[in-house]
């Protein structure tokens, strides 16, 4: 019981900040399992996060209960919504916080704070929508495939790269909506042999008749490589990036990455320029 | 009904509804926070540290995790005393608690010309001066490590303004008290005690250390006991009000500072985990005077026990 209701949050007299529309809440999960090779798929029910989110956007996790060490929320891609307001994030495993994270069960609580950031934008109608996943930068991508085949406006074409079969997941569920799926691996175990930018280099060697967007989630390499190849062919490309957060809200500025030369700012910031930037506003020497 | 408790505090002639501020570098220009609560209903609220001009800040990596703790690098990025003035101010001021700067310089003149361009402008209502900054006149030593530098930085600020001057401390010297004493002896109102310990942590995979600075001021709960320790240091040497921060998370941590001798305290990287802490300290530290049957917080301040 608080001592004082008039402390009770009163709506405030002015809204600032960034106009969005963000929320902190505690959820149960409806589940998290294991998927594939270090990598997990977890769901839960938030109508407030489902109704908002857009794809490319993100959350702010905290793991289970209020715990100082991992001390902060980890940041991760909405990776889809579904049944109306399940939300998914799908992740990897790759240290305490995650392993801290995929030990939680069904009904555990988490804290979630989202959406956060500016989503992908979308494809003008008839424009082709060009995919590129590497690894776990799948998660976003799925989400804008949804969305995409939802709107029923865009061919969606989906190229993923993974190291090794035992890392692709989620296959059944994009071929169940319907997208071109094209699959790489690095040890061939599984789909075109190689990395996902050769297969779209070969693929993409030209313009084409129809005009293309790409839209892009991987490792700094991969982008890297995304973003040659959009300017190239003078294609609209955006890419979505991580960066190490303290907050995803705007107030740490630790989420830094450096802009191209000629942009206004020498830093954007990912949690609130970002995560997805149009891929000329980055300093690709850099990153 | 029961009589609510008095949590109201002066920091000299600042009076604040309640001792909880949110630190600086950790609440951004002020209003990044509303979608979660109102800050009006804050102590005081300080904002991200403000240079003469705008600052880029450091490379990225500019953060790393360590056990409890936070490292950060991030460089004293912040848009300029002028922007701030000009676009972030305006809004700030509806917010009806008091907005203390935050303010860094390279030079003493610097922090001079900062302090008479705040001087200038209505609805700032302190300024804290971050002294943990390196000072390019003297080989770029920090200006907080040695006493005269501390001094001759308050000084001139004080010299500069009417309003109350609290200098915020770096924790990276011999002797914590002689700073403090030195810039009681020039006019400072106040002392905020904490700034961030310096620390780094390397990725020996990558033989890299964690930030692209090498390394960077840490933060949180892993520096909660050193933060009391010079709060109570400092509260034996000085008679002007201090104000604690270091790792406060919840309202116990709040109230273990206030119980050292701390008049308020502040609320740093807890806002990244909760945005919602500081507000959670208020409710806090309300329903713990309730139950303790304290009317008056004052009457916790500086009521350590001996064994
Ligand atoms: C906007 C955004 C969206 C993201 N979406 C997803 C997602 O959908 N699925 C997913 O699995 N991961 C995602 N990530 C990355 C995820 O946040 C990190 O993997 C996670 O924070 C690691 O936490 P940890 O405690 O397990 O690892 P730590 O112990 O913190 O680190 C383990 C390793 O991961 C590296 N690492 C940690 N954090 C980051 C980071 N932010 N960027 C790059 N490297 C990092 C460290 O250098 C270290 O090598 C996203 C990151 C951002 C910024
Ligand atoms: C990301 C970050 C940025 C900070 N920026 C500033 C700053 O601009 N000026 C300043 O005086 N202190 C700055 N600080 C220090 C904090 O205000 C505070 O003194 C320190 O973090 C210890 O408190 P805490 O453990 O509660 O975070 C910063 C701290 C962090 C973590
Ligand atoms: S993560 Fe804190 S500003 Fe972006």
């Known amino acids: 019981m608080l001592a004082d209701q008039s402390l009770v949050l009163k709506a405030p007299r002015y809204t600032f900040g960034y106009g969005k529309k963000m929320v902190e809440e505690t959820v149960a999960l409806k589940s998290n399992q294991q998927i594939g090779k270090n990598i997990w798929l977890m769901e839960f029910r938030s109508t407030l996060l489902a109704s908002h989110a857009k794809p490319g956007q993100f959350l702010m996790v905290h793991l289970g209960e209020r715990t100082k060490d991992p001390l902060l929320r980890r940041p991760f891609s909405i990776h889809g919504i579904q049944e109306g307001d399940k939300v998914m994030i799908l992740y990897n495993v790759v240290g305490a916080g995650t392993s801290l994270l995929s030990s939680l069960k069904e009904h555990d609580i988490i804290s979630v704070i989202g959406p956060l950031g500016n989503g992908f934008a979308l494809p003008r109608p008839s424009e082709r929508a060009i995919l590129v996943g590497g690894g776990i930068g799948l998660a976003p991508l799925f989400f804008l495939a949804q969305v995409l085949q ?32 094209s699959l790489t691996t690095e040890d061939g ?28 989630c991987g490792p700094p390499q991969m982008l890297k490589k995304v973003a040659q190849k959009a300017t190239t062919l003078s294609l ?31 830093y954007y910031y990912v949690c609130q320029d970002g995560p997805v930037f149009p891929s000329g506003m980055i300093d690709w020497e850099v990153l | 009904m029961a009589v609510l408790p008095d949590l109201s505090v002066d920091i000299g002639d600042l009076k604040l509804k309640n001792p909880v501020i949110t630190a600086s570098g950790t609440f951004g220009y002020g209003t990044e926070l509303t979608p979660f609560f109102d800050p009006s209903l804050l102590g005081a609220i ?6 003469l001009r705008p600052m880029p800040g450091n490379p990225p990596p500019r953060i790393a995790e360590t056990p409890c703790g936070l490292l950060n690098a991030i460089g004293l990025a912040n848009i300029g005393i002028q922007a701030f003035i000009e676009e972030k101010l305006p809004v700030l001021t509806k917010i009806e608690a008091p907005v203390i700067t935050n303010i860094y310089g390279h030079t003493v003149k610097e922090y ?53 001057v609290i200098v915020k401390l770096a924790p990276n010297v011999t002797d914590i008290t002689t700073i403090a004493t030195a810039v009681e002896s020039v006019g400072a109102k106040a002392i905020s005690v904490t700034n961030t310990i310096l620390g780094m942590a390397v990725d020996v995979t990558t033989r890299l250390p964690k930030l692209a600075n090498i390394v960077g001021g840490l933060s949180g709960p892993a520096i909660k006991p050193i933060a009391l320790y010079l709060v109570h240091k400092v509260v034996a040497a000085v008679t002007i009000p201090v104000i604690g921060l ?19 305290i502040q609320v740093g990287t807890a806002n990244f985990v909760n945005p919602k802490t500081a507000i959670e300290i208020v409710h806090g530290l309300t329903d713990f005077c309730s139950r303790e049957k304290v009317s008056n917080i004052n009457q916790i301040i500086g009521g350590l026990k001996t064994m």
Do not use: W
């Not at chain 1, 609209?236 to 030369?261: D, Q």
């Open chain 1, 236 to 266: 609209r490309s955006y890419v979505s990036l991580e960066g190490y957060m303290a907050c995803g809200l705007g107030i740490c500025l630790g989420c830094a990455v450096k802009a191209a030369h000629g942009e206004t700012k020498p």
């Open chain 2, 112 to 164: 001079a010309d900062l302090a008479k361009k705040i001087e200038k402008v209505e609805g700032i209502a302190a300024i804290e001066i971050n002294i943990s900054c390196p000072n390019v006149e003297k080989g770029g030593i920090a200006f907080g490590t040695d006493p005269d530098t501390a001094a001759a930085v308050t000084e001139r600020v004080v010299n500069n303004t009417t309003k109350p």
């Open chain 2, 46 to 51: 300080i904002v991200k540290g403000l240079s």
């Open chain 1, 189 to 216: 175990s599984l789909g075109f042999k190689g990395i996902v930018t050769d297969l779209l280099d070969q693929r993409l060697s030209n313009k084409g008749p129809i005009k293309s967007v790409i839209y892009a």
């Open chain 1, 150 to 181: 939802k709107d029923q406006r865009n061919t969606v074409t989906l190229f993923l790269g993974f190291s090794t079969s035992q890392e692709v997941v989620r296959i059944q569920q994009l071929e169940e909506l319907g997208v071109n799926l």
């Open chain 2, 246 to 264: 270091g790792g406060i998370m919840d309202y116990r941590d709040a109230l273990e500072f206030l119980l050292v001798g701390a008049r308020a």
